[in-house]
């Protein structure tokens, strides 16, 4: 990992590691690490063992503190969800509760971070409907969903044995990361200038 560089921190996937959202949120930080960002991931392996969320009680979820001190450095945030019966997995919306975290942050919750969003589902019509609802919770918390999102319908489009997608995907996870990078960069240079307002 390279010490400069935006950091891009990635949220998601499933409960396996050769999961297609896994895959694809690996292939999508991969992207970026060659754009110069530096990439940390936390997958479904990481975040199921995060409570469930308990806003009783936020203060006291140590589980929590890596995920929540790796998002509160991010440039720039990817959260890859599959699509269940139309809309984010609850693994994912239950890491998502946690930036709660953040809320008394100088910079709270995802205020000032880029977010792009990637979805798997067995369907199109799950493809889209789940990738509005990341993106609504993204606004919810303050966030700059990008312009691109990515959609895989994981029913006709698979991973090779290698678990490496065609170019098409490869093509769109690498639209997804330059516009991650260049709304870092862009970020990075407004508040070396004085402009911390955009």
């Given at each position: 990992m390279l010490d400069s560089g935006p950091l891009i921190v990635g949220i998601g996937g499933s409960t396996s590691s050769t999961s297609v959202t896994n895959l694809l949120l690996r292939a999508c930080l991969d992207q970026a690490a060659a754009l110069g960002a530096r990439a940390m991931a936390f997958t479904g392996e990481d975040l199921v063992g995060l409570p469930i969320f308990d806003a009783n009680g936020i203060d006291t979820t140590?589980?929590?503190?890596?995920?929540?001190?790796?998002?509160?450095?991010?440039?720039?945030?990817?959260?890859?969800?599959?699509?269940?019966?139309?809309?984010m997995s609850g693994l994912v919306k239950n890491a998502i509760d946690h930036l709660e975290l953040l809320r008394d942050d100088e910079r709270p919750y995802l205020d000032g971070r880029a977010v792009g969003v990637i979805v798997a589902a067995s369907g199109w019509q799950a493809c889209g409907s789940t990738l509005v609802s990341v993106r609504s919770a993204i606004h919810a918390l303050r966030g700059w969903p990008t312009p691109f999102g990515v959609t895989v319908n994981s029913a006709v489009q698979h991973p090779a044995a290698d678990g490496s997608f065609d170019e098409n995907i490869t093509g769109a996870l690498r639209i997804l990361a330059g516009q991650l990078t260049d709304f870092a960069g862009w970020r990075a240079a407004a508040r070396a200038s004085g402009l911390s307002a955009i």
């Open positions: 140590p589980a929590a503190s890596p995920l929540v001190a790796a998002v509160r450095a991010a440039d720039a945030v990817i959260i890859a969800t599959p699509g269940y019966h139309g809309g």
